[in-house]
């Protein structure tokens, strides 16, 4: 079998020019100044701001 309308490479390739991922956006932590995604938890520390943080359970 053959596909009825096969995408030349031209198409193929235009519609694959835009699934390019883009880098993570990362931002430091003002607590611990490890790098950290914007708007979530430090994992280091469990800063979020101010008055949020999370505990984060630690090995012992
Ligand atoms: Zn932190």
Redesign the pocket.
Known sequence: MVPARRVSKSRKRLRRSHHALKPRNLVA??????A?LPHRA??????VNQKVAVKIATEE
């Open positions: 932590c003002p607590r611990c100044s490890s950290k430090c994992e280091k520390c469990g800063y």
